[in-house]
């Protein structure tokens, strides 16, 4: 009879644990899946906007550390309001997921995708130099302007423009300062004429904090 007990009370055991450890695997899976939706975008599976922003703090600060030369890109496709307006939001949504693939597709395991908000799009290459980024950005920029969209026997094509800015190995320059950069670059790019490609340079700022003077200037003497 305490053979039976013991033996009895042995299967117990191994049935209790066996559930505690599905258990645990159940609760893993969900906290991870959580866990990526809260960091991804539900349209494309990319890096969202806040992910992002947690990612470029810690790759610059890497880099700064390593003194490693590190790229940022910004890119958004042109006239995307005509593509919504013409084809429907719901091919805007095609168009959107075609460019997520199509990132993927051209940049390395290593380096970070983001949708950073509507259709514009952010990609930290850590490790890389001006030239680089700039030679993967032509690249993937040419792949954009031969793709065909077909959604719902409408097709329709686009182009891209990106903005370039790197964080090289004797520079300080804060995660904000990087991103301010990328943008005022990619404003170039599209003030340049669109589906283009625009590096960065040192006197854009000024241009920028001067064109900004001139309008206040302008607001202050009631024109």
Known sequence: DY???????????INLSTNFTQQLIEQKTLIESLSSQAS??????LYNYHKFQELLDKEVYRAKRYKHDLGLIFGDIDNFKEINDKYGHLAGDAALKSIAKCLKDNFRDSDIIARYG????AIILPETSINDVYIVVERLRKNVDSLIIDYDGEKFSFSMSFGITTL???NNLTAAELLKRADNALYKAKNAGRNRSYLFKENDLWEAGNTFNYVLRLINIGI
């Open 3 to 13: 053979l039976r007990m013991i033996e009895a009370a042995r299967e117990e055991l």
């Open 118 to 121: 509507g259709d514009e799009f």
């Open 168 to 170: 090289g190995s004797t």
């Open 40 to 45: 991804q975008d539900s349209l494309t599976n």
